[in-house]
């Protein structure tokens, strides 16, 4: 073997040896967020969500959303989302409906409450370092999905000292970012199962259009 190919082996065998390290650490890192999200017996947080173009247009919306367990509730975008882990009901106040589905994951789309579980799907992570942003410590995560979506990748933003997840980022291949911002968080929040449920009794007069009779 001579001194150039040597020096590329040794080139590739260390990157390939800081990839395995980054990827264990990522791995330790997500350990602690799901250990301590799965601890909290509810959850209420304000969020942010910004988009931004390649072309620097940027829009911000602002929304609140509870979760106990697999259940949410999302205000966001002028609508109101119940799911109870089996249905979803949409309701728009504008058009004074509300719609019910199925509840089913989807790979491509990614809801706000998705933003403490994302972890949880079916990625390749990577360790990219430390950053600081006003004046406080995160670890960034690198997420590839490894399932077909229409988005590049993720990168999570952790809180060093709490293990909390405080910014998620979308990133798409022609530019286009979406950011979650998380706000006011608090923990612990007591939720009993219907309040993620749909209460027609408190939405007198609104029309339900139901898609899950077949």
């Given amino acids: 073997?001579?001194?150039?190919?040597?020096?590329?082996g040794l080139f590739l065998f260390s990157l390939l040896t800081a990839q395995a390290q980054n990827d264990a650490k990522a791995t330790a890192i997500l350990n602690k967020v799901s250990k301590l999200y799965k601890s909290y017996t509810g959850i209420k947080s304000t969020f942010t969500i910004t988009t931004s173009t390649a072309q620097g247009k940027s829009t911000n919306?602002?929304?609140?959303?509870?979760?106990?367990?697999?259940?949410?509730?999302?205000?966001?975008?002028?609508?109101?989302?119940?799911?109870?882990?089996?249905?979803?009901?949409?309701?728009?106040?504008?058009d004074n409906e509300v719609t019910k589905e199925n509840y089913k994951v989807k790979d491509n789309a990614i809801t706000p409450?998705?933003?403490?579980?994302?972890?949880?799907?079916?990625?390749?992570?990577?360790?990219?370092?430390?950053?600081?942003?006003?004046?406080?410590?995160?670890?960034?995560?690198?997420?590839?999905?490894?399932?077909?979506?229409?988005?590049?990748?993720?990168?999570?933003?952790?809180?060093?000292?709490?293990?909390?997840?405080?910014?998620?980022?979308?990133?798409?291949?022609?530019?286009?970012?979406?950011?979650y911002s998380i706000g006011q968080f608090t923990a612990n929040t007591t939720l009993a199962d219907n309040f993620f449920d749909w209460n027609a009794a408190a939405h007198p007069g609104v029309s339900e259009v139901d898609l899950t009779k077949k």
């Avoid at 073997?1 to 590329?8: F, W």
């Avoid at 959303?65 to 259940?71: D, H, L, M, R």
Wanted: net charge positive; with cysteine; proline share 1%.
């Fill in 1 to 8: 073997m001579n001194k150039r190919a040597l020096l590329i």
């Fill in 61 to 94: 919306s602002n929304g609140t959303v509870w979760i106990k367990g697999t259940k949410y509730k999302l205000d966001y975008a002028g609508q109101e989302i119940f799911c109870n882990g089996k249905f979803i009901w949409t309701y728009n106040s504008e």
């Fill in 113 to 179: 409450n998705e933003i403490f579980t994302i972890y949880n799907r079916d990625f390749k992570n990577a360790y990219e370092g430390p950053t600081v942003r006003d004046g406080k410590n995160y670890e960034v995560i690198k997420m590839v999905s490894k399932k077909k979506v229409n988005y590049s990748y993720i990168k999570l933003e952790i809180d060093k000292s709490t293990n909390k997840i405080q910014r998620m980022t979308q990133h798409y291949k022609n530019g286009t970012e979406i950011i």
